[in-house]
């Protein structure tokens, strides 16, 4: 293999159809007779439904049908659980509660489906919604979460005895014994509250039954196309083969899109075979914000004890965590959560109780982050506050506390988001931190330049935070690469793409493996009927998983290639080198044969294929981690503050990031901004403000206030550690969601040093200025 | 978000949109910059039955002086043509000043001044700065036009004098007296955003340096906006040092406005970005007034 591209920082494939409009969206799609969905939603958070007349709907001129789950029959079934729960830890339990395509007795948050019209056009269904009657009878909604817990707590699902919905303890060493010989102990509540993935494109689907071909096309915006058709399949009674769902190009995910089987990808397929015509449904802005999954909302009590000299003895953790209403994705997030509490530090125990909670709020999957900031700023917290109790510098504490590069593999002995003990492959945190405090010149800011700003009465502070994030799980990915006879490559993977650039971070390998240009690689994903093994894209794993499955397809087509290039140009195979398209006998350039021409010798129209090989130039291959690879990171930041009015504005911002090999900076800085973006959205802007009934009052982008580029810093500089993970061998780590992890509490930090002299602790997260001026200015209130 | 059906009427003539109006009466709407009324269509908040459009018609879009050295600005003029122009600049330096701080460029490229004005938003920041300037605005219905004070204009939140068969069709600034100064000052969550408290400031000093009159002017803290009127009779006749602004900030952030809480902003946190922008506002428009700002 060459390293031409690896590492490279060259410009995306895909954007010159991005850039110019050329790029399907599943919105483009338009099939002559295709009809139009719009849902009834409940207005309510939680309510029985006492009856829902569609009679007046369905009489309105261009109305084709309405539908309510009774309509369904035994098509009507909770969703599968997705994630099960880990077994065999002790005093553990899980309530699977899935969510319904439709409500039937009760609704249990406020947008889950109740009818569906499906017209001519989205207009006309629109204005049939106005016509359906429901009868309703309120109940008493449950949207806090401690309230929810409370003995007389109204039940989010009346067959269970609590809204308890899962209980995980989990242990390494003895915490008690820890704390007892402790010097110091520091005890605290934190509360996160929920934001929105807020993706540019909602959720859209066209669904389409061809009754003559058997076949049923659905083209989604999902993030995990192959187990989408295969569940599809199954609830459908069609074969595997008869489902074909397409993930186009997609606005953004971030995780929502991997929640399968939304209500809406359920109903559309089961009504398009139905109604024999296609369906296309867009999920509008204000749909977004009660229809699709949120995250973040949990209520952490933690402690820490250490030595006076700073050296954690041990961590324990009690939290609650927002569930919403159903539980479909399992203990991912809060597992996640619980395992990032003991960040990169060397951790001698950790007691930690998970307490899952149901709401009459949205369902919680992963967004971006997916439980890591929770548990990253917990840790970082409780790290600053020994920090200042110990008057120990805030960089120096970390440092004393972190893993050394020679603890890996560093096995955490607890259980992860993917059921295994919670191992570190590989890292240098040390490294990472220093060139950190470095990059943001730390020494030199708090010994020189905040004491003279402070001295003219200015309010800036530092932060500084480090992080893990865990990618790159199994189960595994496959891909298929083939050369053409045009001599261009074509490479086909499972899972689907949101923006990461894997058109061309996937072509990079394989130009590597095959000795072509970059831009001859032509890179087909999430499309089942290219290819139709594999999971999807989730816990920043593209670039890892589905990465090595396609290096590890290139190169069985690197050995075909040479088998039968050795044959033809008549020279071993160690003398071959593969460049410029071509195979050359090293040193004899005119021995050479073009690879298209290679490949149509290997798909012969005459004689005989030998027996044991196959035809084409053609390999397909998987790939499957033995744990999941953990990067790592640093980011520091400066920011002011304004006292007078509590708006805070971030002067410097800097990443130093460790995801193992790089395949293309320019991609992966992307997916960095990426994440600040929104770790600064979750910090300082995004909240969804649910009231006591699990009413969401800002539901729309006047209210829900997303960072623009205007309120971004004016500068994220990054700067790069590499330290390649040895359980795969390109050696990359993910780095998709490493961006958003660390930034809250990176950003609690910083506010807290600005306005050092307002004895100012921060212990929630996000925080509007309206919220800062209520901690500074009114304590006690 | 789509909306629910309509009749659509392009008329290319203000009496033609007058007719139209009388006729449908409560069910029609005018469209101006469509900037509010098409989101709160699509929302199906509104739900008008008729629209009729003010876009062709090009004699309500202008910019024009007046004899007096104040302003004339027709109905349909864009935010955006406001923002660039010079007599704006010249003889309203407060609105030149303001229009950067209203919405994004794309959406000052279609809202317009009388759509503005006729929409009433507590948060929008040009009514606030009419009551600053003692705007006048002229009415038209069938029967003739009728001219408003700014003071008489605002009678709620989205609520105006204008009936349903009247349209604004101009708004007039008056001269601007010698030894004026100006300041207009907002505080966002982010820059577009309507703003938690702003405020428009216009003073005028007498031979003396001294006040000889104030007007501050909040938005964002009730139903409509709202003049300090404590605040500016503190004012009057002292020399506006930075004491007598801080207090004259004071009274109008505890006793001139009485703001609400939303999620955005306690009425507690809206006090103090009152106070706060008014301190500033008032130091810069004095400041201008002198000629040394
Ligand atoms: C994202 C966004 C951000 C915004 N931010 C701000 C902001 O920060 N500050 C701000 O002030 N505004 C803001 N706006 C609002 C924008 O400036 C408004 O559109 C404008 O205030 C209304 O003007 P319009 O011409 O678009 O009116 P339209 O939306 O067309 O009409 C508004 C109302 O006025 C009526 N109307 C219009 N013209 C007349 C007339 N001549 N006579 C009688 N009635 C009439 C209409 O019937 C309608 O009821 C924002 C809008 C958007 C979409």
């Known amino acids: 293999m060459t390293k031409k591209y690896l590492g490279q920082r060259i410009t995306r494939n895909e954007d010159p159809r991005m850039l110019t409009g050329q790029a399907l969206f599943v919105d483009d799609v338009e099939i002559p007779g295709m009809l139009h969905a719009a849902f009834l939603r409940s207005d309510y958070a939680h309510a029985r439904i006492l009856s829902i007349d569609v009679s007046a709907a ?6 084709v049908a309405v539908y309510t789950a009774e309509d369904m029959g035994d098509f009507w079934k909770p969703g599968p659980l997705l994630v099960p729960a880990p077994r065999g830890i002790e005093g553990a339990f899980f ?160 995780g929502p899109k991997i929640m399968m089987f939304q209500p809406e990808e359920v109903l559309l397929p089961w009504a398009t075979m139905k109604l024999n015509r296609p369906i296309k449904w867009i999920e509008d802005r204000r749909e977004n914000f009660v229809a699709t999954t949120q995250e973040r909302g949990q209520i952490h009590d933690a402690e820490s004890a250490l030595t006076k000299d700073g050296h954690i003895l041990g961590v324990k953790d009690v939290f609650l965590h927002d569930s919403g209403a159903y539980d479909p994705y399992g203990l991912t997030v809060p597992l996640n959560s619980q395992n990032h509490v003991m960040g990169c530090y060397d951790i001698p125990s950790y007691y930690s109780e998970l307490k899952m909670v149901f709401t009459n709020k949205m369902i919680v999957t992963p967004v971006r982050g997916a439980g890591r900031p929770q548990g990253i700023f917990v840790i970082e917290r409780l790290l600053d506050i020994a920090a200042k109790e110990l008057d120990i510098d805030r960089a120096e504490l970390r440092r004393r506390n972190n893993l050394q590069p020679d603890a890996f593999p560093h096995n955490h ?182 690879l298209g021409e290679l490949a149509v010798l290997a798909n012969p129209m005459r004689g005989a294929v030998e027996p044991g090989s196959e035809p084409g130039l053609e390999a397909t291959d998987y790939f499957g981690p033995q744990y999941g690879a953990t990067a790592n990171g ?79 810093p004016p500068r994220i500089e990054i700067g790069h550690e590499v330290t390649p993970s040895p359980l795969n061998p390109l050696g990359t780590k993910g780095a998709g969601e490493a961006g958003a992890i660390p930034v809250p509490s990176l950003f609690a930090q910083a506010v807290e040093d600005a306005l050092y002299d307002y004895d100012l602790e921060v212990l929630e997260m996000p925080l509007s200025p309206n919220r800062l001026f209520e901690l500074c200015y009114q304590k006690g209130s | 978000m789509k909306p629910a059906a309509f009749d659509y009427y392009a008329p290319s003539t203000t009496e033609e949109a007058l007719a139209y109006l009388d006729q449908f009466g409560y069910d029609a709407k005018p469209l101006a910059g469509g900037q509010s009324l098409i989101p709160t269509m699509n929302f199906r908040l509104a739900q008008p039955s008729v629209l009729v459009d003010l876009n062709p018609i090009v004699d309500l879009s202008y910019i024009r002086p007046h004899e007096d050295g104040g302003l004339l600005l027709g109905a349909m003029t864009r935010a955006s043509q406001v923002e660039r122009d010079p007599l ?75 009936e349903p068969s009247e349209l604004l069709v101009e708004v007039r600034l008056p001269p601007m007296p010698p030894r004026s100064g100006w300041c207009f000052r907002e505080i966002a969550r982010r820059h577009g955003d309507y703003a938690l408290v702003g405020v428009a400031a216009m003073v005028t ?58 999620i955005h902003a306690s009425a507690s946190y809206r006090r103090q970005l009152a106070k706060v922008l008014a301190r500033q506002a008032l130091t810069q428009a004095f400041a201008r007034a002198r000629g040394v700002a």
Not at chain 1, 645 to 662: A, F
């Open chain 1, 58 to 63: 369905c009489n309105r001129p261009g109305v």
């Open chain 1, 95 to 254: 309530h699977a509660r899935t969510q319904i395509p439709m409500a039937r007795d009760k609704v249990r948050h406020v947008g889950e489906p109740m009818a569906v019209v499906i017209g001519e056009s989205r207009y006309l269904a629109e204005d049939a919604l106005a016509d359906i009657v429901v009868d309703l009878e309120p109940l008493e909604a449950v949207a806090d979460l401690e309230r929810a817990l409370d003995p007389d707590a109204p039940l989010v699902h009346d067959d269970m005895e609590s809204n308890l919905g899962s209980f995980v303890p989990q242990r390494k060493g003895d915490y008690e014994a820890a704390r007892e010989q402790a010097d110091l102990v520091i005890q605290r509540r934190i509360v996160i509250d929920r934001g929105a993935a807020a993706a540019m494109e909602n959720r859209v689907l066209v669904a389409h039954w061809d009754a003559k071909s058997q076949e049923m096309t659905i083209w989604d915006t999902t993030q995990a196309p192959i187990p989408l058709r295969n569940g599809l399949a199954g609830m459908l009674g069609l074969a595997e083969h008869q489902v074909r769902v397409i993930a186009p190009f997609i606005g953004g995910a971030f």
């Open chain 1, 413 to 594: 002995k607890i259980i992860d988001q993917a059921f295994a003990e919670f191992v570190i492959d590989s890292g240098n945190y040390p490294a990472t931190l220093a060139r950190a405090l470095d990059m943001i010149e730390y020494e030199k800011f708090i010994k020189e330049e905040q004491p003279a700003l402070r001295a003219e009465g200015r309010h800036v502070g530092i932060g500084v935070v480090a992080f893990i994030e865990t990618t790159g799980v199994g189960p595994y990915e496959g891909a298929r690469v083939t050369i053409e006879a045009s001599g261009k490559v074509s490479v086909a993977t499972g899972v689907g793409t949101q923006g990461q650039g894997h058109f061309t971070a996937f072509a990079q390998i394989v130009a590597d493996q095959l000795g072509v240009d970059v831009r001859d690689v032509h890179v087909v994903t999430g499309d089942t009927a290219h290819f139709h093994w594999g999971t999807g894209t989730f816990a920043s794993r593209g670039a890892v998983v589905a990465a090595n499955a396609i290096n590890a397809a290139a190169k069985g087509v690197r050995v075909k290639v040479l088998k039968l290039a050795s044959k033809v140009l008549g020279a071993p195979e160690e003398e071959l080198e593969l460049a410029d398209g071509m195979v050359r006998v090293a040193d004899i350039p005119d021995q050479s044969i073009g």
């Open chain 1, 634 to 712: 640093t980011h520091a930041m400066i920011l002011e503050v304004d006292v007078e009015t509590m708006m805070v504005e971030i002067k410097r911002y800097v990443v130093v990031e460790d995801c193992g090999t790089i395949i293309n900076p320019l991609i992966l800085e992307g997916q960095v901004h990426g994440g600040v973006s929104l770790g600064i959205g979750n910090s300082y802007y995004e909240q969804l403000v649910y009231d006591d009934n699990g009413q969401l009052l800002n539901g729309s982008f006047m209210d829900y206030l997303i960072p623009r580029s205007t309120d971004m």
């Open chain 2, 88 to 162: 704006v600049a010249e003889r309203a330096p407060l609105v030149h000043e303001t229009m950067p701080s209203i919405a994004h460029p794309q959406i000052r490229n279609r809202s317009t001044m009388g759509g503005t004005m006729a929409h009433a938003d507590p948060a929008a920041e040009l009514p606030a700065v009419a009551i600053a300037l003692n705007a006048q605005f002229r009415i038209r219905g069938q029967a003739g036009d009728r001219w408003v004070s700014v003071d008489e204009f605002f009678l709620g939140m989205f609520m105006t004098v204008i």
């Open chain 2, 205 to 262: 000093l007498d031979g003396g340096n001294q006040c000889d009159q104030a007007r501050l002017v909040f938005l964002s803290v009730e139903d409509r906006p709202v003049p300090a009127r404590r605040a500016a009779e503190m004012l009057q006749g002292q020399t506006p040092t930075a004491e007598a602004i801080q207090a004259a900030a004071e009274t109008a952030a505890t006793e001139d406005i009485d703001p609400g809480s939303d």
